[in-house]
């Protein structure tokens, strides 16, 4: 393996693997460097979705948003991040499957809304834009480590509420009603992540978070916003620049993403794994219980 810096404070770039073909001792390599930089990219991969479910299988188990909705006998399949109608055709600019997409350009961590969030997402490239539609990542673990002490102590040792319609509601009213974004009840994670590995701490937030235990709903609000302010800012950023093959994965537990905006006349397809957290991750120390 070779490797080359995304940025100066997180992320790598490794080349000379294969994913389709890894095996466990190479993952037991990779799982040591996504451990320390948080963010792995590996480009020119070809991988399929048999590949792809068997790579995030290494990491832990799949998460299946829609298993309460399949068939016994109907098998997982791999969830697309797309504009991309069955037919051929691209979503309107005003649908509420693009409006869904858009609130996938607001800063946030993957399922802090369900009753297990995501360790991982195993994010791969099949169709991408000629302009825009870039992937953002935010370390939450070097904002942590560089955010004034003041500031730190105000979540501390308290916890956000997480709700998967409140960042629908962000975009659109409509869409936040829609009945898939009320299926889990609201969720209370510890506002910090320390990764068992490394002692590591980051900034456990999202979009989905919309209230800090312990501080009445104005003063909450504004500092979830002001907190995902600090450690978006570009000192702590990444943008990924997507081509075919190109395989993207990060922890959730110390990174913040977005997409960012394209011509929604063009097709943009991306295959996405998440992969939930285990206690071996850390999930059990992050239920504060009130």
């Given at each position: 393996?070779?490797?080359?810096?995304?940025?100066?404070?997180?992320?790598?770039?490794i080349?000379?693997?294969?994913?389709?073909?890894?095996?466990?001792?190479?993952?037991?390599?990779?799982?040591?460097?996504?451990?320390?930089?948080?963010?792995?990219?590996?480009?020119?991969?070809?991988?399929?979705?048999?590949a792809?479910?068997?790579?995030?299988?290494?990491f832990?188990?799949?998460e299946?948003?829609?298993?309460?909705?399949?068939?016994k006998d109907?098998?997982?399949?791999?969830?697309?991040?797309s504009?991309?109608?069955?037919?051929?055709?691209?979503?309107?600019?005003?649908?509420?499957?693009?409006?869904?997409?858009?609130?996938?350009?607001?800063?946030?961590?993957?399922?802090?809304?369900?009753?297990v969030?995501?360790?991982?997402?195993?994010?791969?490239?099949?169709?991408?834009?000629?302009?825009?539609?870039?992937?953002?990542?935010?370390?939450?673990?070097?904002?942590w480590?560089?955010?004034?002490?003041?500031?730190?102590?105000?979540?501390q040792?308290?916890?956000?509420?997480?709700?998967?319609?409140h960042?629908?509601?962000?975009?659109?009213p409509?869409?936040?009603?829609?009945?898939?974004?009320?299926?889990?009840?609201?969720?209370?994670?510890?506002?910090v992540?320390r990764?068992?590995?490394?002692?590591?701490?980051?900034?456990?937030?999202?979009?989905?978070?919309?209230?800090?235990?312990?501080?009445?709903?104005e003063?909450?609000?504004?500092?979830?916003?002001?907190?995902?302010?600090?450690?978006t800012?570009?000192?702590?950023?990444?943008?990924?620049?997507?081509?075919?093959?190109?395989v993207?994965?990060?922890?959730?537990?110390?990174?913040?993403?977005r997409?960012?905006?394209?011509?929604?006349?063009?097709?943009?397809?991306?295959?996405?794994?998440?992969?939930?957290a285990?206690?071996?991750?850390?999930?059990?120390a992050?239920?504060?219980?009130?």
């Open positions: 393996m070779r490797m080359t810096p995304l940025t100066d404070r997180f992320g790598v770039e080349h000379g693997v294969d994913l389709s073909t890894l095996e466990h001792t190479g993952y037991t390599h990779i799982r040591a460097l996504f451990e320390e930089h948080s963010a792995l990219l590996f480009r020119g991969q070809d991988l399929s979705d048999t792809h479910i068997r790579l995030a299988n290494f832990g188990p799949i299946d948003r829609l298993a309460d909705e399949r068939d109907e098998a997982f399949t791999v969830p697309q991040v504009n991309v109608r069955e037919d051929g055709s691209t979503t309107d600019e005003m649908d509420l499957h693009t409006l869904h997409l858009k609130a996938n350009m607001l800063w946030h961590a993957d399922s802090t809304f369900l009753p969030p995501a360790l991982t997402n195993i994010l791969t490239a099949r169709v991408v834009t000629m302009t825009g539609g870039a992937t953002e990542l935010a370390s939450t673990r070097a904002g480590a560089d955010m004034p002490q003041h500031l730190k102590a105000k979540v040792d308290t916890g956000f509420w997480h709700r998967y319609a960042s629908r509601a962000r975009i659109s409509d869409l936040a009603a829609l009945p898939m974004f009320h299926k889990w009840p609201d969720r209370l994670w510890r506002a992540w990764n068992p590995v490394n002692g590591g701490e980051a900034l456990y937030i999202a979009s989905h978070a919309y209230a800090v235990e312990g501080m009445d709903a003063t909450g609000a504004a500092l979830i916003d002001e907190l995902t302010a600090f450690v800012q570009r000192q702590y950023v990444y943008s990924h620049q997507w081509q075919v093959g190109d993207l994965i990060w922890d959730q537990r110390a990174v913040l993403h997409g960012t905006a394209w011509n929604h006349k063009e097709p943009r397809v991306l295959s996405s794994i998440c992969v939930s285990t206690p071996d991750d850390g999930v059990d992050m239920r504060l219980i009130v």
